[in-house]
């Protein structure tokens, strides 16, 4: 929600006091106005990808979780492939 108010521009009070109340740290203030923003500018929502990764090992085996912006100049995730005997597609 903060990139939707991010869009209405860095004069705007209400985004401003949005950003700097959930940011932590300042430097990310520019960097929400000035990269983010203009890169979401013409999409109307949807701003992030979530990808499930393979639980944690260890004692609680938690679900993990990786969420990454779209539009982002990193490679894309690729989702790990599941190879087993227990998969659907292989019995």
């Given at each position: 929600?903060?990139?939707?108010?991010?869009?209405?521009?860095?004069?705007?009070?209400?985004?401003?006091?949005?950003?700097?109340?959930?940011?932590?740290?300042?430097?990310?203030?520019?960097?929400?106005?000035?990269?983010?923003?203009?890169?979401?500018?013409?999409?109307?929502?949807?701003?992030?990808?979530?990808?499930?990764?393979?639980?944690?090992?260890?004692?609680?085996?938690?679900?993990?979780?990786?969420?990454?912006?779209?539009?982002?100049?990193?490679?894309p995730?690729?989702?790990?492939?599941?190879?087993?005997?227990?998969?659907?597609?292989?019995?």
């Open positions: 929600q903060l990139i939707d108010y991010a869009k209405r521009g860095d004069k705007d009070e209400r985004a401003m006091r949005m950003a700097d109340f959930w940011l932590t740290e300042k430097d990310l203030i520019h960097k929400l106005f000035k990269v983010l923003a203009p890169r979401f500018q013409p999409h109307p929502g949807s701003y992030t990808r979530m990808l499930q990764i393979p639980n944690r090992d260890g004692l609680d085996r938690a679900k993990m979780a990786v969420i990454e912006l779209k539009g982002n100049p990193l490679p995730l690729v989702r790990p492939r599941r190879d087993s005997d227990k998969t659907p597609l292989n019995q």
